[in-house]
């Protein structure tokens, strides 16, 4: 019934509860997971820290788009692993 089963997750408690309840799904019906994190700078720039201030760098953007990325990767890895240990591609 299940073939393929989407899982948009962002690092709550309640993306790791969706997970789980893939993962359940998935054992049922021998179904595959695909995960997906979506990050957007726009959310993530803090912009009260620039308020008072001309300009922001390119160093900080830089900055804060590898700090985006690498809390991505977290993310995902983590429900990666999750999906992993119960056995499902």
């Known amino acids: 019934m299940f073939e393929k089963i989407l899982v948009p997750i962002d690092g709550s408690q309640h993306a790791e509860y969706a997970v789980q309840t893939a993962v359940t799904i998935a054992e049922k019906f021998r179904s595959r997971i695909t995960l997906l994190h979506v990050s957007a700078?726009?959310?993530?720039?803090?912009?009260?820290?620039?308020?008072?201030?001309?300009?922001?760098?390119?160093?900080?953007?830089?900055?804060?788009?590898?700090?985006?990325?690498?809390?991505?990767?977290?993310?995902?890895?983590q429900a990666q692993q999750q999906v992993e240990r119960a056995g499902i591609s």
């Open 41 to 77: 700078l726009a959310t993530s720039l803090p912009l009260d820290k620039y308020s008072q201030t001309s300009a922001i760098t390119q160093e900080d953007i830089v900055n804060l788009i590898a700090s985006t990325r690498e809390a991505s990767f977290t993310i995902l890895e």
